[in-house]
Structure formats: C-alpha cells, structure tokens
DNA sequence: CCGTATCCTCTCTGATACTG
DNA sequence: CAGTATCAGAGAGGATACGG
C-alpha cells in the first residue's frame, strides 16, 4: 500500500519519503525563502524579495507557489489596493527545523572534524 | 553573488550548510545508491545496477562518483581481472542517518496527520 | 566487468518587459 | 505591490554504442 520502492536505510527510512522531503527544498533558492520564515514569522513578497539579494520576481514567486503546493508556506492575501500579501510557514513547514538542523550538523562536522 | 550567506534558520542553522547537506543527496538515484549502501555495506558496480532497475550506466558511475568528490561512498578497485569494483559508505557517508531520518519523519507526519 | 563517448531532450534558471 | 508573459542559455538526465 505504501509507495512504489520498499527501499530502506538503515534502519526504517523510506527512500519515497525522504526523496519526497528532499524535494520540496531542492534548488536555489526555497531553503533561502524558508530560512527567512524561520526568522521573521511574517513577510510580505517584497520583504522577501528585498532580502533575498540576486533572486528574479520570477523565481521568487515560482519557487513561494512550490513550497505552498508542498503545504510549507501559507500565502496570505489581503484585499486591499494596492495589493498586500504576505508569507509564513505553516505548522507542517515549521516542523522541517529538525530535519534542516540535521543536515546542519552533519554538513558542519565534516568541515570541522574536530 | 550568492553571498556567503549568514542566513540563519531558527536556531542557529547556516544555510550554506543545509545547502551543502541538501546537494550531496540531491538527484534522482544518490539516495537510492545511499540506501543500498545503508543496507549492504560493500557492494560491487554491477550489483548496484542490479539493484537499482531504471538505471544507466553511465548515471550510476556518475553519481558514485559525485558522491565520492563529497565523501559519502568510497570506491575500492581490486587490481584484477575482469576488473573488480565495490563501494561502500565512508564513516562520513554513515553519519548522515541522522539526517535522513528526520527527513523521513517529517515527510512520513505530513502524510499520516492522525 | 566496469566503465567512456556521443548525442539528444527536458527542466531549471534567469533577463527583460509588461499588467491588475 | 505583487505578480505574468516570453524568450533564451546551461546543465541535469537519459538512450545507445563502444573500449580496456
């Protein structure tokens, strides 16, 4: 029932989950968007752009549509003119904190093996 | 100009990092071939193409090989013939069930919100 | 057995211009 | 302000054939 591959790490990961996982922070620049939700809890698509130096609106965007399809960001628009929105992890994208401090550590202790 | 980014998650999490951590499993087949490392320890080319169906050659090699510039799986060629190649996660390679396990977590939750 | 060498396609990324 | 539309380049991924 579950997914296609029976595939296992070590001792019962699922190679479709942490591929799913994997994916939903891929590219350039989503983990840079999250990693500004982590800290700021509330942006508007300016801000982000603002603070995001060499990112296009394009991908900007592109990339805020993907993570909300994921169920990781919650886009949150306010019908005035002109337009204001606004950005913000949702409780399931919060929960990637433990994953992304895993990967933390284990990209920093090879770089100081100390 | 991707800045050398003092980018910060939560805690106190740098994405390059992350990024670092992310791109070592990025791709279609690296966390296939991880997870059969995971699980067998020493494994010759060809098993691994037997194991993984779908699989080219040339991707194989490819990612091994990416995987081994980034010190995940090392490779170990006895000097006969026909020639004989295993590889086998590198004490570094191993390190990284932490990570993958919270990737599972975090992906096997969002689906199984009971 | 363990790879290389080509060639081709498709996705990702980005620059630029425009709009409700 | 918060997007869309278009066009183009680079590279990842893959099919197939060949080589030590």
Chains 1, 2 share one sequence.
Not at 3 to 27: F, I, K, N, P
Not at 46 to 62: A, D, F, H, N, V
Not at 73 to 85: D, F, G, N, W, Y
Request: proline residues 5%; aromatic residues 6%; hydrophobic residues 45%.
């Amino acid at each position: 029932m579950m997914g296609t591959a029976e595939e296992v790490c070590a001792s019962s990961c699922t190679v479709d989950y942490v591929q799913a996982g994997l994916r939903v922070l891929e590219g350039r620049w989503k983990l840079v968007i999250v990693s500004h939700l982590f800290r700021n809890s509330l942006l508007r698509f300016s801000e982000l752009e603002r603070l995001i130096p060499g990112i296009t609106q394009k991908m900007l965007i592109q990339q805020l549509r993907a993570l909300e399809a994921d169920g990781v960001v919650e886009r949150i628009a306010h019908p005035v003119v002109p337009p204001h929105v606004e950005y913000r992890l949702t409780p399931d994208g919060l929960g990637l904190e433990g994953a992304l401090i895993a990967l933390d550590d284990w990209a920093r202790t090879r770089h100081q093996p100390a």
